[in-house]
């Protein structure tokens, strides 16, 4: 089988569900391939909390009092019944015909299977969580607001840099909304900008533990001072020049063209 083959297998062999065959072929691109060492780690952390993702409800009162009622009839025979022989005709041998279950459609199901319970997860978990962010809370607040303006991240060339920033009507609270930043180093730290007509300032030194965020920024200056917004990475310590940057360009966001 080829790579992407393989890959479908991922899901059905976090389930051991597939052949010897299958498992030694998928095995083998485990051990050299990280993309699949990533996707087999997703769906077998997704499998592990399966169990926890739906909160346990006490059954109706109806129902306990009918299991207890059915509990209390006389049991029945454990005996199992013995099946009636279908009727043969003299001489004529009767034949059962076993249909074997197609090994692929296990697979298929078996995947299936584990992404609908992965979407089932990530809607539990995710899509009724209340963030307790007061940064990324007051960004919600700000993009709702009518009058608020809204000014797209440009992308520097070290980066693929994505985000939003947003002021609020009267332009004198602002959240940056920032993801898909380069990882820095122990050493290295991310430093935003906040970039005047006639100067420059930091706007604070971020030690994220990556860049992939999203992360929240309170922007702590009125719209009507500001050009633009930018950030670069620097020393841990920040940049050494003070109020300029001395790093790569991550991103920037034009405010005064965008008005």
């Known amino acids: 089988m080829n790579r992407d083959e393989l890959l479908e297998l991922i899901p059905a062999y976090a389930l051991d569900a597939l052949d010897d065959d299958e498992r030694i072929e998928v095995e083998a691109l485990l051990n050299k391939d990280a993309e699949a060492q990533s996707l087999l780690q997703e769906y077998e952390d997704i499998a592990a909390i399966l169990p926890f993702a739906v909160p346990q409800r006490p059954a109706p009162a109806h129902l306990r009092a009918d299991l207890i009622a059915r509990l209390s009839k006389p049991s029945v025979s454990l005996e199992e019944p013995v099946a009636k022989k279908p009727e043969t005709q003299p001489g004529i041998e009767q034949k059962s015909k076993v249909v074997p279950f197609p090994t692929n459609t296990l697979i298929t199901a078996a995947a299936a299977i584990l992404v609908v319970a992965i979407g089932l997860v990530a809607f539990l978990l995710n899509g009724n969580e209340t963030s307790d962010n007061p940064n990324e809370i007051l960004f919600n607040e700000l993009i709702e607001q009518d009058g608020s303006q809204r ?17 609020s009507a009267d332009g004198s609270q602002a ?11 122990d050493e290295e730290s991310y430093q935003l900008w906040l ?3 006639e100067h420059t300032q930091s706007g604070g030194i971020f030690h994220w533990p990556d860049g992939h965020g999203p992360y929240y920024v309170l922007i702590d200056h009125p ?10 990475i620097e ?21 005064a063209q965008a008005q």
């Open 195 to 197: 970039i005047g007509e």
């Open 223 to 232: 719209i009507d001072e500001l050009v633009s917004v930018g950030m670069s």
């Open 151 to 167: 000014f797209t991240i440009s992308p520097g060339t070290a980066s693929e840099a994505t985000g939003e920033l947003v002021f």
């Open 175 to 185: 959240v940056l909304r920032i993801s898909s930043l380069p990882d820095t180093t």
């Open 235 to 255: 020393p841990f310590e920040g940049s050494p020049l003070g109020n300029a940057p001395t790093g790569e360009r991550l991103f920037g966001v034009a405010i």
